[in-house]
């Protein structure tokens, strides 16, 4: 079983950029799909990026488009979220997760998840 543990999170102000980090540990990480999520106060899980194992296909929600980047290095066991110009609306708990087969954009598909990284945007 892969154990997935988020770091990076932080305050920070509008326009301003983080790179949130996804370690895996137990099993290697690398024929997994890695996805990022948020969740902020009130609302449901939403699904952030993702990126397939072999092919390196990344999915983005429309939200994000343009200003996050999703990324992996196999040999670290490790995801990335860049992000830049950082809005309000992106303060959220941000989760790792690992999937099977596709970059599924629902939380229930996927079963392995990391215990989230706080990220909050001042205006």
């Known amino acids: 079983q892969v154990q997935l543990v988020e770091s990076g999170g932080g305050l920070v102000q509008t326009g301003s950029s983080l790179r949130l980090s996804c370690a895996a540990s137990?099993?290697?990480?690398?024929?997994?799909?890695m996805s990022w999520f948020r969740q902020a106060p009130g609302k449901e899980r939403e699904f952030v990026a993702g990126?397939?194992?072999?092919?390196?296909?990344?999915t983005y929600a429309d939200s994000v488009k343009g200003r996050f980047t999703i990324s992996r290095d196999n040999a670290k066991n490790t995801v990335y979220l860049h992000m830049n110009s950082l809005k309000p609306e992106d303060t959220a708990v941000y989760y790792c997760?690992?999937?099977?087969?596709?970059?599924?954009?629902?939380?229930?598909?996927?079963?392995?998840w990391g215990q989230g990284t706080q990220v909050t945007v001042s205006s």
């Open positions: 997760a690992a999937g099977i087969y596709t970059v599924w954009t629902v939380a229930f598909r996927y079963n392995i």
């Open positions: 137990g099993r290697t990480a690398s024929n997994y799909v």
């Open positions: 990126i397939k194992p072999n092919d390196g296909m990344t």
